[in-house]
């Protein structure tokens, strides 16, 4: 089995795609049959010096461009990932085994608006002016060199370009390495970049395991490292990083809460906890996985979760009416698995799911715990899987502490009438995401990042820029200088 779009070999360097089989093989596999659909292989320390060596070269010529040309550039692969969405969407839903409900619409079209939107940028990043008495200082907004980005499997093609785009806009050049699960939309990125008049060199894409991640954090020729992925692996990256004294963004995992008062309106609030339970089957970092419902509704908020749950379509996910897919594989389906069987031994009440389906491919159904008590591993760490625990709470001081008592802080999200409460709440959330009768809303314009473990650094809108360039600022003398000696 293959896919019809799938990219024509393992790696893209200096503006070519590259095969090098000496490199590991790394099977794809289809999540929904479990077949392989594609080898790559990984990045041979050859390879790794050809991407670097080459994207520094680049980088000069580059950023030396005006923004207005490199912002063409951007916008032009915008248009051309819109224009393609339907083979990038069919790529990404093998790739990962996400739904082409979603992938449609939510996976090319979100890497095309941030080649739009830093596209667009690229031209106003400018210096300030700062006068001094008769002198000044005059700030150069100078890009950091080469970057490098290094992603999670949930959306390959979002990922690439969140940090892609930001990065060429502020003109540094960029290595891209995939995760090894899905590795395969990301070369495709590369592609329409230098379909759209890229420089060779500019954006690379290199495949491997963590070892490849890990020579390019170490390399003394980068800059930056910007990695989407899990705490464990955040701290091992960071740290490696900080030898070197480079920039980081790091965005990372999350257990977030979802607080739900008894003054919301119960359809909407369950459409919320939905969204950020099940949509890509629960594997998304900003997921509010912890829903406190008040106790005065809870009842009635689970019977409506349970009848709207019924009517998910789980399925192929290439059948445009599945709105449910399996896990991206299965070791993370084992995993999932896992924290289903402690949640059942911590005794936590199901309420739906909770077992393997039996059929081909890595599906687990939408599975809720009720009863959930805060000491419960399922309401501690991160599971990445399609499961809610749904906890109890009566007073709003109460549910503020417990919800902030984590050690991570990505999103949060609050559902309530009351606009004093809601404001009140989103203030009071330690989280970088938050919102307000809304879940997992990720448009480029609004910052995206998380506080304590869960990251540093933001991804999208302006503040992006601060985290792919640097500031240089020139002090001017207008007159004599007088020195003591
Ligand atoms: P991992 O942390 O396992 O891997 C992330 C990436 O880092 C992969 O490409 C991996 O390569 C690579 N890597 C692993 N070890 C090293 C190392 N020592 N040095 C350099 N790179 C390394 O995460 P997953 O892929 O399992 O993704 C799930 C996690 O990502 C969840 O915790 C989720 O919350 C988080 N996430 C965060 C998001 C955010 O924006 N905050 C968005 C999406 C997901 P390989 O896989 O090839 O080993």
Known sequence: ???????????????????????????????????????????????????????????????????????????????????????????????????????SVADATSGADALEYFGGMAATLTGEHIQLGEDWVYTRREPLGLCVGIGAWNYPIQIACWKGAPALACGNTMIFKPSETTPLCALKVAEILHEAGLPAGVFNVLQGLGEVGAALVTDPRVDKVSLTGSVPTGRKVYAAAAQGMKHVTMELGGKSPLIIFDDADIENAVSGAILGNFYSSGQVCSNGTRVFVHKAIKEAFLD?????????????????????????????????????????????????????????????????????????????????????????????ADVMARANDTEFGLAAGVFTRDLARAHRVAAGFEAGACFINSYNDAPVEAPFGGVKASGVGRENSKAAVEHYSQVKSVYVRMGDLEAPF
């Open 1 to 103: 089995m293959t896919c019809p779009t799938q990219p024509t070999a393992s790696h893209f360097i200096n503006g070519a795609y590259i095969e090098d089989t000496a490199g590991a093989p790394i099977e794809v596999i289809y999540p929904a049959t479990g077949e392989t659909i594609a080898t790559v292989h990984a990045a041979t320390p050859a390879l790794i010096e050809q991407a670097i060596a080459g994207a520094r070269a680049a980088q000069p010529t580059w950023a030396a461009m005006t923004g207005t040309e490199r912002g063409r550039i951007l916008r032009r692969a915008a248009d051309i990932l819109r224009e393609r969405n339907h083979e990038l969407s069919v790529l990404e839903t093998y790739d990962t085994g996400k739904p082409y409900q979603e992938t």
């Open 304 to 396: 409506r979760l349970g009848a709207r749950l019924s009517s998910a379509v789980i399925g192929d996910p290439m059948d445009p009416n599945t709105s449910f897919g399996p896990m991206v594989s299965e070791r993370q389906m084992t995993i999932v698995l896992d924290y289903i069987e402690k949640g059942k031994a911590e005794c936590a009440r199901l309420v739906c799911g909770g077992a393997r389906l039996d059929r081909e491919g890595f599906y687990i159904p939408p599975t809720v715990f009720a009863d959930v008590t805060d000491d419960m591993v399922i309401a501690r760490e991160e599971i990445f899987g399609p499961v809610m625990a749904v906890l109890d709470f009566e007073d709003e």
